[in-house]
Nanobody, 126 residues
Framework: QVQLVESGGGLVQAGDSLRLNCAAS????????MGWFRQAPGKEREFVAA????????YYADSVKGRFTCSRDNAKNTVYLQMNSLKPEDTSVYYC???????????????????WGQGTQVTVSS
C-alpha cells in the first residue's frame, strides 16, 4: 500500500532552520506532484508548498515564500521542505501529500491530493 512518512520535525527557536523529509513507497513517485500542508491547533489545514513531478516547478504560500524551499529526489522517492528563518507562527503539524493529477491549479487544495502522511510536529519557540 501507499505510504508517506514524514520526519525531521522538532522543537527549535525562532530564526533556526529545519528540514522535513517525506519518504514515499508503494507508488510510482515520479508520477505524482507532492505538496506540504500544515495545521496549527484550532486552525484549518493550510497549503504550504508544492512541487511538480519533476523538480522544475515549485509553489509556495505567501507566508513562507523566501523562507521555505521544496525539493524532491525521484531516485530516493523523497520530497523535502527546507525551512529557514522559522517563526513562532510556523508552529504546526506538517503533512506531506501526493497528487496524481499534477496540475498546478490543484496544488493548493487538499481535496485533490490522493495520499497523505501522518504528519510531523514543528514547534518554534520565541
Amino acid at each position: 500500500q501507499v505510504q508517506l512518512v514524514e520526519s525531521g520535525g522538532g522543537l527549535v527557536q525562532a530564526g533556526d532552520s529545519l528540514r522535513l523529509n517525506c519518504a514515499a513507497s508503494g507508488l510510482t513517485f515520479s508520477n505524482y506532484a507532492m505538496g506540504w500542508f500544515r495545521q496549527a491547533p484550532g486552525k484549518e489545514r493550510e497549503f504550504v508548498a508544492a512541487i511538480g513531478r519533476t523538480d522544475d516547478s515549485t509553489y509556495y504560500a505567501d507566508s513562507v515564500k523566501g523562507r521555505f524551499t521544496c525539493s524532491r529526489d525521484n531516485a530516493k522517492n523523497t520530497v523535502y521542505l527546507q525551512m529557514n528563518s522559522l517563526k513562532p507562527e510556523d508552529t504546526s503539524v506538517y503533512y506531506c501529500a501526493a497528487q496524481r493529477v499534477g496540475l498546478s491549479l490543484f496544488y493548493y487544495t487538499e481535496r485533490f491530493y490522493n495520499y497523505w502522511g501522518q504528519g510531523t510536529q514543528v514547534t518554534v519557540s520565541s
